[in-house]
């Protein structure tokens, strides 16, 4: 089956500019998710979808960023104005279900490293 | 508020050792633990499952442990070879909040 595809690999912006991020999860996962990995550090959650519909977005910063998931398939994360602080990798994963055990369900894309200068 | 920790962060052993990698976290109220690798400019690859009601697992040439009570994780890899080069992190699901809470890593590189 085909993986989780995310666009582009990489982007070099300066700040105060904006910047969209493109996800398209495995075809019939109903649940998909955005993290912001930070150089060094683990990965953060910053929103979840299940179906079109956010399950939990507590740890995105809506002043500047913004998500959405269209017809529940493809989604887009946004960031407008940037910050240098907003420099990292930002993974895109997709499950079958929500639920505790995604487990071996969970299925990451290559992610798009984001640099602002 | 539940917290992840790895020890070491960064760990070279020669080809062949056997190593192993930690995990801990703050809250014993987990539903389970998992370790994922990543490699440079891909994504993170599942590797092991342990449920909170289990001891450990195993895959291969990898073991992964769970003492729930201590709130401690190991990963053992035997007979280490190059290509186990990478990061590995360990990530639990809170029961409090159904999310994956994420360690920093342990990058690991296998010198041939």
């Known amino acids: 089956e085909a993986g989780v595809a995310q666009s582009p690999r990489y982007k070099i912006i300066e700040k105060r500019q904006s910047v969209a991020f493109w996800c398209n999860p495995i075809s019939g996962h109903a649940t998909l998710y955005w993290y912001q990995q930070i150089l060094g550090q683990g990965p953060k959650l910053l929103i979840q979808?299940?179906?079109?519909?956010?399950?939990?977005d507590s740890q995105l910063p809506k002043d500047r960023f913004s998500a959405e998931r269209l017809k529940g398939v493809d989604s887009t994360l946004k960031i407008q104005p940037a910050k240098l602080e907003d420099s990292a990798v930002y993974l895109c994963a997709s499950s079958l279900e929500l639920g505790p055990t995604p487990g071996y369900g969970y299925t990451f894309g290559s992610g798009t490293r984001l640099t602002v200068v | 508020k539940q917290e992840v920790t790895q020890i070491p962060a960064a760990l070279s052993v020669p080809e062949g050792e056997n190593l192993v990698l930690n995990c801990s976290f703050t809250d014993s109220a987990i539903y389970n633990l998992q370790w994922f690798r990543q490699d440079p400019g891909k994504g993170l690859t599942s590797l092991l499952l342990i449920q909170s009601s289990q001891r450990e697992q195993t895959s291969g040439r990898l073991n992964a442990s769970l003492d729930k009570s201590s709130g401690r994780s190991t990963l053992y890899i035997a007979a280490s070879q190059p290509g186990d080069s990478a990061t590995y992190l360990c990530?639990?699901?809170?029961?409090?909040?159904?999310?994956?809470?994420w360690g920093a890593g342990t990058k690991l590189i296998i010198k041939p």
């Open positions: 979808f299940q179906n079109n519909g956010v399950v939990d």
């Open positions: 990530a639990v699901y809170s029961d409090s909040n159904y999310q994956l809470i």
